[in-house]
């Protein structure tokens, strides 16, 4: 069936013909009964179109998610890869175990989580997800089924981790699971009044497993960057509970886009720093840490109508509180802000993903209203400013990325173009590559 598909930013909306599962693995066996390029697509939480193919097939890869082996013991869990983080964790975390790394929702697949090689709050001390995974099952459009691990097919191992879904479609992704002896977390939130601060705090703060730091894009000159740092370890005993996903509130509506504005973003800004949560010290269950934005579904639509852009980019750290710094500024002068504005320090990157986004760095991740050329343009201009101090931008939150800056940052991109699938193709992959 041809219909449009919406990104996650629901910025761009491009029609393709969507097929389940089924039907896809029944053809892919050396035939090519389908139309056009296909591109696999999870969940649908990618920001831009890296999982959206204009005028070809979206084979919607989402189930079956079953469990094929969990040992307990040990921690090793081997799924479908159309298993979400919310329903593997309501088969592990009773039994004391919960993903090693884990992205900002719970409701992504792990294919998802190889092919863009996630990254959490912990990537200072635990790398990017595919630095857990420890083997997955490759099949290619000829028929062939590669078990990739780092021992066997090792090169098409770490080409498929960071892969963007390009070098076959991952049947199932097997990995080592972190034990835990309780669901909640000691959780510390605290204030800081500067982009100096914030640096001093992570600093201070590199023991800690988990940290972020929210920032108010709006803050004064002399207050730059200010925001409310968090840090969290889970506690030793307690409950191994998991939050139902039913709990969550569903968005109704799309918001008029006029009351996106600075006014009503600087208010927003106040009152989330000076809320009582922004102070709190104790304990907490792990789902609103890690997953803040989950507990509204659909809160997508809060941007209205046109949608809006993510843009996420990471600079090294020699040059990140520079670089972090004129980011924004320059976001504090154009008056387009961002409610959700999200700093993190990375550590080294432990993945063997060969374009895996993060390195030792600083990162920065802002959601803009989409008001059309003006902020495209004014993305570009970010973009420019993250060149000019050597990072780049992440491609699972990507929308407009050029394809010279793509292939600037990335250099391994060729060698992801020489294994990918002849059958597989995306949006972004031919706007970045073409």
Same mark, same amino acid.
């Given at each position: 069936?041809?219909?449009?598909?919406?990104?996650?930013?629901?910025?761009?909306?491009?029609?393709?013909?969507?097929?389940?599962?089924?039907?896809?693995?029944?053809?892919?066996? /050396?035939?090519?009964?389908?139309?056009?390029?296909?591109?696999?697509?999870?969940?649908?939480?990618?920001?831009?179109?890296?999982?959206?193919?204009?005028?070809?097939?979206?084979?919607?890869?989402?189930?079956?998610?079953?469990?094929?082996?969990?040992?307990?013991?040990?921690?090793?869990?081997?799924?479908?890869?159309?298993?979400?983080?919310?329903? #593997?964790?309501?088969?592990?975390?009773p039994a004391g175990w919960i993903v090693a790394v884990t992205p900002g929702t719970k409701f992504v697949t792990l294919g998802g989580a190889v092919a863009n090689d996630v990254h959490g709050k912990n990537h200072h001390t635990? /790398?990017?997800?595919?630095?857990?995974?420890?083997?997955?099952?490759?099949?290619?459009?000829?028929?062939?089924?590669?078990?990739?691990?780092?021992?066997?097919?090792?090169?098409?191992?770490?080409?498929?981790?960071? /892969? #963007?879904?390009?070098?076959?479609?991952?049947?199932?992704?097997?990995?080592?699971?972190?034990?835990?002896?309780?669901?909640?977390?000691?959780?510390?939130?605290? *204030?800081?009044?500067?982009?100096?601060?914030?640096?001093?705090?992570?600093?201070?703060?590199?023991?800690?497993?988990?940290?972020?730091?929210?920032?108010?894009?709006?803050?004064?000159?002399?207050?730059?960057?200010?925001?409310?740092?968090?840090?969290?370890?889970?506690?030793?005993?307690?409950?191994?509970?998991?939050?139902?996903?039913?709990?969550?509130?569903?968005? *109704?509506?799309?918001?008029?886009?006029?009351? #996106?504005?600075?006014?009503?973003?600087?208010?927003?800004?106040?009152?989330?720093?000076?809320?009582?949560?922004?102070?709190?010290?104790?304990?907490?269950?792990?789902?609103?840490?890690?997953?803040?934005?989950?507990?509204?579904?659909?809160?997508?639509?809060?941007?209205?109508?046109?949608?809006?852009?993510?843009?996420?980019?990471?600079?090294?750290?020699? &040059?990140?509180?520079?670089?972090?710094?004129?980011?924004?500024?320059?976001?504090?002068?154009?008056?387009?802000?961002?409610?959700?504005?999200?700093?993190?320090?990375?550590?080294?990157?432990?993945?063997? /993903?060969?374009?895996?986004?993060?390195?030792?760095?600083?990162?920065?991740? #802002?959601?803009?209203? &989409?008001?059309?050329?003006?902020?495209?343009?004014?993305?570009?201009?970010?973009?420019?400013?993250?060149?000019?101090?050597?990072?780049?931008?992440?491609?699972?939150?990507?929308?407009?990325?050029?394809?010279?800056?793509?292939?600037?940052?990335? *250099?391994?991109?060729?060698?992801?173009?020489?294994?990918?699938?002849?059958?597989?193709?995306?949006?972004?992959?031919?706007?970045?590559?073409?």
């Amino acid at each position: 069936m041809v219909k449009p598909v919406l990104s996650w930013g629901r910025a761009q909306r491009y029609d393709q013909t969507v097929v389940s599962l089924g039907r896809f693995e029944t053809a892919f066996d /050396g035939n090519r009964p389908l139309d056009g390029p296909v591109t696999f697509r999870g969940m649908g939480r990618s920001y831009g179109d890296v999982a959206l193919n204009e005028n070809g097939t979206l084979v919607q890869a989402t189930g079956p998610d079953s469990v094929i082996a969990f040992d307990r013991e040990t921690g090793i869990l081997r799924a479908r890869s159309g298993l979400t983080l919310a329903d #593997l964790h309501r088969i592990t975390i009773p039994a004391g175990w919960i993903v090693a790394v884990t992205p900002g929702t719970k409701f992504v697949t792990l294919g998802g989580a190889v092919a863009n090689d996630v990254h959490g709050k912990n990537h200072h001390t635990a /790398g990017s997800f595919g630095a857990h995974v420890t083997a997955l099952m490759l099949v290619r459009s000829n028929g062939e089924r590669l078990l990739c691990s780092p021992a066997e097919n090792a090169d098409m191992f770490a080409l498929t981790i960071s /892969g #963007l879904g390009l070098t076959g479609y991952i049947e199932w992704v097997e990995l080592q699971l972190k034990r835990i002896t309780s669901s909640n977390l000691h959780v510390e939130n605290r *204030p800081y009044a500067d982009l100096d601060e914030f640096f001093a705090l992570s600093e201070e703060s590199a023991d800690w497993p988990y940290t972020v730091a929210w920032v108010d894009c709006f803050s004064p000159e002399a207050a730059l960057g200010r925001g409310v740092f968090s840090r969290a370890r889970y506690v030793e005993h307690g409950p191994l509970n998991v939050k139902p996903a039913d709990k969550a509130i569903k968005w *109704p509506l799309e918001m008029p886009s006029f009351l #996106l504005n600075r006014m009503s973003i600087s208010a927003f800004n106040w009152l989330y720093r000076h809320r009582p949560a922004a102070t709190f010290k104790g304990e907490q269950d792990y789902d609103p840490f890690f997953y803040p934005l989950d507990s509204i579904l659909d809160w997508n639509k809060l941007y209205g109508h046109k949608g809006f852009f993510q843009h996420q980019s990471i600079i090294p750290m020699e &040059n990140g509180k520079a670089g972090v710094r004129e980011l924004l500024e320059a976001i504090r002068r154009e008056g387009q802000g961002s409610f959700l504005a999200v700093l993190k320090v990375h550590g080294k990157e432990l993945s063997p /993903g060969r374009n895996t986004f993060p390195y030792e760095g600083v990162s920065l991740a #802002l959601d803009f209203a &989409n008001r059309g050329r003006k902020t495209v343009d004014f993305l570009h201009r970010l973009d420019a400013i993250v060149l000019a101090h050597g990072g780049r931008m992440y491609p699972a939150k990507d929308a407009l990325m050029t394809g010279e800056t793509y292939r600037k940052t990335y *250099p391994n991109w060729e060698a992801l173009e020489n294994a990918r699938d002849p059958m597989i193709s995306s949006s972004f992959w031919r706007r970045v590559t073409n």
